[in-house]
């Protein structure tokens, strides 16, 4: 009865093909075909596939440790308090365990007095509210009915906090290391490392790293696979941690370049092109609906808003340089007045009053996304969120970040035109952009809303929820990615 070799995803094949010649002879290849023979005749029975990456329907399935094979064919052989199984329908792919890091690591690094956001502090309001923010009532004003109830003034480098209070709740922990597939690192490195971006001192951005690094290293489950079981998330941009691959060698901490960071997978908001350790995940924006109730409204209401200009440009950074193509863009839409809405955010308080972006966003039809200070930035969810089209104008800026995310057609929810086009003159937004009639215009902005669950934070409401939100489709992710890893390393 010899079947086929299990079918595998690509990254695995190369592999493969490099051992065929030594598996047939391993005696617990036999017992692993039997064994995976069970599993895909129950699969093909009960399993119905998630419908997004990451690609699950891979029928290699964990190798049991050889004495849970051993009690399937015996009859009666009793052991002292079995382990739980591995994975089961509730945990397909594991369970996680977070370290209970020493809190110089998370909790002593946030800024204890400043609750609120403001726009001169950074560090503002990132714990408030378990990572979400205050709620943010301004929009009461704004949004029909109890819309604004999903709406938060949230900091825009918070990730690490969500993450670490989403994976305490989450329905996979485990509280017993043993019994773990991946291992989660709550260190909040964006804080750690943020605090002294813009002082001279680098061995002040890198010692909350190495002394993290040095103390989980002494941990017995990090020596078993050195880190690649292991996963973090940090809350800034992936140059903040790369000084040693700076041109200059000057900005940022070296975090990302020491050699036991190298297997760990991270979430962060903006990832090294290639690296493949580094997942993108999106910025944390204001909107955190409570219920799929919540979230089915807005998408409803977002759909039927009336959109009277043709594109808006919000204006982040008041202090650009005078080339700046932002500039540039900033007043083409002053001498648009009637096709595009132009928001200047240091001009009015875009932090502590949602409805300053908020209502531009609402009545485009499409948002202007030029690169800001690195390839991507929150307001490409911002603009998704409030049902715009993104406007990109350059190639690597959300094309090239956020796989796990956003669609993989980047026409079909988005437009692209080149900078350098609208430079020299050859290229006018408003004459691309209005060239696409209602129809192509419906078209995309319903995969755009299609792609919003994916996007978002929710704010899980006792737990009950009917929905993958942008936290879900990492954790699924991550821990199959471990899983497949361990499945390998215990198969060779
Ligand atoms: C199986 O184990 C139980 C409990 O240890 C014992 O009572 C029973 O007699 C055993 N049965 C056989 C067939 O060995
Ligand atoms: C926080 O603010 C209160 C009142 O403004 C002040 O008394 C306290 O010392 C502050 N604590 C810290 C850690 O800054
Ligand atoms: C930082 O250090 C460089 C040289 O090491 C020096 O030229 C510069 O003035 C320093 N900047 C500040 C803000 O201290
Ligand atoms: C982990 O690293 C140590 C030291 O570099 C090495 O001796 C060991 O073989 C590694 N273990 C694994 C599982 O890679
Ligand atoms: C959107 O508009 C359509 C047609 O006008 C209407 O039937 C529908 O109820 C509206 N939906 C929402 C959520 O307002
Ligand atoms: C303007 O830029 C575009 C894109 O780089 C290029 O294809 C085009 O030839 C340029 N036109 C002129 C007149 O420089």
């Not at 807005?298 to 204006?315: A, S």
């Not at 080149?418 to 937004?429: F, I, K, P, Q």
Request: hydrophobic share 35%.
């Amino acid at each position: 009865m010899k079947k086929p070799p299990p079918k595998t995803s690509n990254c695995f094949k190369t592999g493969l093909n490099s051992i065929r010649s030594h598996f047939s002879t391993h005696p617990r290849f036999w017992l692993f075909i039997a064994f995976l023979w069970i599993q895909a005749l129950i699969i093909s029975i009960a399993r119905t596939p998630p419908p997004c990456f990451p690609d699950r329907t891979s029928a290699v399935q964990y190798i049991p440790q050889p004495q849970n094979v051993v009690v399937l064919s015996s009859e009666n052989v009793t052991k002292p308090e079995p382990p739980p199984p591995t994975y089961t329908e509730e945990c397909p792919s594991g369970r996680i365990y977070a370290y209970d890091l020493p809190s110089m690591f998370n909790k002593d690094l946030v800024l204890p007095n400043c609750t609120d956001l403001q726009s001169w502090n950074w560090e503002c309001g990132i714990i408030t509210n378990h990572g979400y923010g205050a709620a943010a009532t301004e929009l009461r004003r704004v949004l029909p009915e109890d819309l604004y109830k999903s709406w938060y003034r949230t900091n825009q480098f918070t990730s690490e906090v969500i993450f670490h209070h989403r994976i305490l709740k989450h329905k996979c922990r485990t509280i017993e290391p043993e019994y773990a597939t991946a291992f989660y690192i709550p260190f909040y490195a964006g804080l750690a490392v943020g605090k002294h971006l813009w002082m001279n001192d680098t061995s002040k951005r890198d010692w909350h790293c190495k002394m993290m690094l040095k103390w989980v290293k002494q941990q017995k489950h990090w020596k078993k696979f050195n880190g690649s079981d292991h996963f973090m998330t940090i809350g800034r941009i992936t140059w903040d941690f790369r000084r040693l691959t700076d041109p200059g060698k000057v900005w940022g901490s070296s975090f990302l370049n020491m050699p036991s960071m190298q297997k760990v997978t991270r979430f962060i908001i903006e990832k090294a092109p290639l690296e493949e350790q580094d997942v993108s995940v999106p910025y944390p924006t204001g909107f955190h609906p409570k219920t799929i109730d919540s979230l089915k409204e807005w998408q409803g209401f977002i759909r039927n808003y009336t959109r009277e200009r043709l594109f808006t440009f919000t204006v982040t950074n008041p202090n650009l340089p005078s080339d700046d193509f932002r500039g540039l863009l900033s007043s083409y839409c002053r001498n648009e007045k009637d096709l595009c809405w132009l928001v200047d955010c240091g001009a009015s308080d875009c932090l502590t009053d949602l409805s300053v972006t908020l209502k531009p966003l609402l009545g485009s039809e499409f948002c202007l996304l030029p690169r800001e200070d690195s390839v991507t930035s929150r307001s490409v969810f911002d603009c998704m969120i409030a049902g715009s089209i993104p406007v990109f104008f350059w190639k690597g800026t959300a094309y090239e970040q956020y796989e796990w995310y956003l669609p993989g057609e980047p026409e079909s929810y988005s437009v692209f035109i080149d900078h350098e086009a609208v430079r020299n003159g050859t290229s006018l937004v408003k004459e691309v952009l209005m060239k696409y009639s209602k129809e192509d215009i419906k078209k995309k902005r319903e995969k755009v809303i299609e792609t919003i669950p994916r996007i978002i934070y929710a704010k899980p409401n006792g737990g009950v929820r009917s929905f993958k939100d942008a936290f879900d489709v990492a954790l699924d992710g991550v821990l199959e990615r471990i899983k497949e890893e361990k499945e390998w390393a215990d198969f060779l």
